[in-house]
């Protein structure tokens, strides 16, 4: 039981999978962290669609998706960088998503927290980009989902400076019916987010950040930090007004940063517990008896992977999460809307595969090794 797979100088090389997965049940949800994992959108294969058509999303397969992280106890992060906003899903797209993710939210009594943005447009005035974030805060809002004000290309391009963020935020923040969560989005993430909160500077940047906060606490449950910079994630954490909630985005130190210190800890926030989800949910629960090396033993092996899915250009660590999704048996195709499958290369896919296998996130290893072989003869790897 043996596959060839191509290094990264395209050598191929045997590698021996391994043959039981480890052992993950579903559970009660976890009680020590808050902890939302942002879920991907599953397309539709046999749509007769382009990259710049609007996606075809497979419904019934993108919502199992969400059942499956909500019966291990997570939370579900709706519509965001994950579920490829602005890369395949347009606006009309994410709606949907988001009033049949809340609808089936409340069927199962999982928590659901839904991106808020202004992908309706691509640019305009600071007035309009403001209404296109209050016709999207109404619609996750009337979908009984908790809002997550997400970053606005749009408005990145738009603002003068720090005061416009201060003012779109403010308003925004005013007339929000429930606390949000605000999401800063760093570069490496979305490239049009650069300079966002008015500087380039981050220091600067997180000084108008904490200002936001700090004139409505009670209108902000917390923010969503995915900065890939452990410490400057502490650093904003310890300056967050009491009752506010720091929920790590940083793909890369979740273990130390959710573990936290003698001053505190972060929730999470994560694309990368959408592949971890049930091995996450596990870890957290041995927190939950105060287990931090219990909850560090099972995490700190998965950062490999998740370095490796989440490498430059990191905004296409979609790519790496949908092909685990498949791999892994939930969904029956390894196809993206927008044709983002392609954005990644044989030898990434090839390393996923056997970093998540290593691991034992395949529920069924033997189906896992037979689809990569699969798309390994896709590309002319023989069996």
């Known amino acids: 039981m043996t596959i060839r797979l191509p290094d990264a100088h395209g050598a191929l090389r045997t590698y021996e999978p391994r043959t039981e997965p480890f052992p993950l049940t579903p559970g009660t949800p976890v009680t020590s962290r808050t902890v939302f994992s942002a879920a991907h959108v599953v397309a539709d294969p046999y749509a007769d669609v382009s990259p710049d058509s609007p996606a075809a999303v497979d419904w019934d397969a993108t919502l199992a998706f969400r059942r499956h992280l909500w019966s291990h106890g997570l939370g579900v992060a709706e519509a965001m960088d994950t579920a490829q906003r602005g890369m395949g899903l347009d606006w009309a797209g994410a709606a949907e998503l988001i009033r049949r993710s809340a609808a089936e939210a409340r069927a199962v009594g999982g928590r659901i927290a839904c991106g808020v943005g202004t992908d309706q447009i691509t640019g305009g005035s600071l ?27 749009a408005l990145a391009r738009a603002a003068a400076g720090p005061e416009d963020y201060l003012d779109v935020y403010g308003r925004l923040l005013r007339q929000a019916a429930e606390p949000v969560i605000l999401h800063w989005l760093g570069p490496m993430f979305d490239p049009a987010l650069e300079g966002y909160w008015g500087s380039a500077e981050l220091d600067a940047a997180t ?16 923010v969503k930090v995915s900065l890939l910079d452990a410490r400057r994630e502490v650093a904003l954490r310890r300056r967050l007004p009491q009752g506010v909630r720091c929920y790590t985005g940083d793909d890369f130190n979740y273990p130390e940063l959710i573990a936290g210190d003698e001053r505190g800890f972060s929730h999470a926030l994560l694309g990368i517990f959408d592949p971890l989800g049930p091995l996450a949910a596990q870890a957290v629960r ?75 996130l395949f529920p069924d290893p033997k189906l896992a090794e037979e689809r990569m072989k699969d798309l390994l003869a896709l590309y002319g790897v023989h069996r």
């Open 286 to 360: 041995a927190l939950d008896t105060g287990d931090t090396a219990g909850f560090r033993a099972l995490l700190d092996p998965t950062v490999e992977l998740s370095r490796h899915l989440f490498q430059a250009p990191t905004r296409f660590y979609k790519t790496g999460v949908v092909l685990l999704a498949w791999l892994a048996g939930h969904q029956s195709h390894f196809t993206m809307v927008g044709g983002l499958q392609s954005a990644r290369s044989l030898p990434h896919l090839a390393r996923a595969y056997e970093l998540a296998d290593g691991l034992g």
């Open 207 to 222: 000084d108008t950040f904490l200002e936001i906060i700090a004139a409505h606490p009670d209108k902000v449950d917390g």
């Open 127 to 153: 007035a309009e980009i403001r209404a296109a974030y209050e016709e999207q805060l109404a619609v996750v809002e009337e979908s009984g989902a908790q809002a997550i004000l997400m970053a606005s290309r």
